[in-house]
Nanobody, 128 residues
Framework: QVQLVESGGGLVQAGGSLRLSCAAS????????MGWFRQAPGKEREFVAA?????????YYADSVKGRFTISRDNAKNTVYLQMNSLKPEDTAVYYC????????????????????WGQGTQVTVSS
């Protein structure tokens, strides 16, 4: 069982920045594919970003956040981050950290199926 705890959400003006953190339990965090999803009011949950396991050399992003958001991981701290810059009102959502330990899951395909584990979510609100 993997437990995920997000932090770092809040209220920010358009054009501002926030950094989300997600602390994960487990002794083999480095083997987890990690990702971020979000859900805006009245909309379905959508993929935001994913990072490969081990060294995290491969990252993938939704087109809507490419060039503005950066996902990274620190395996020594069992933590994954989402740096969000140039925020827009349409980025307002509850952001969820996700982890997947299945050998068949890759960071490239993380958005194609429901991840194994979810955090409780953190609210990000961007005002115009």
């Amino acid at each position: 069982q993997v437990q995920l705890v997000e932090s770092g959400g809040g209220l920010v003006q358009a054009g501002g920045s926030l950094r989300l953190s997600c602390a994960a339990s487990g002794r083999i965090f480095s083997s987890y594919v990690m990702g971020w999803f979000r859900q805006a009011p009245g909309k379905e949950r959508e993929f935001v970003a994913a990072i490969s396991c081990r060294g995290g050399g491969n990252t993938y992003y939704a087109d809507s956040v490419k060039g503005r958001f950066t996902i990274s991981r620190d395996n020594a701290k069992n933590t994954v981050y989402l740096q969000m810059n140039s925020l827009k009102p349409e980025d307002t959502a509850v952001y969820y950290c996700a982890a997947d330990t299945r050998p068949t899951t890759t960071a490239r395909r993380m958005g194609d199926k429901t991840p194994e584990y979810w955090g409780q979510g953190t609210q990000v609100t961007v005002s115009s």
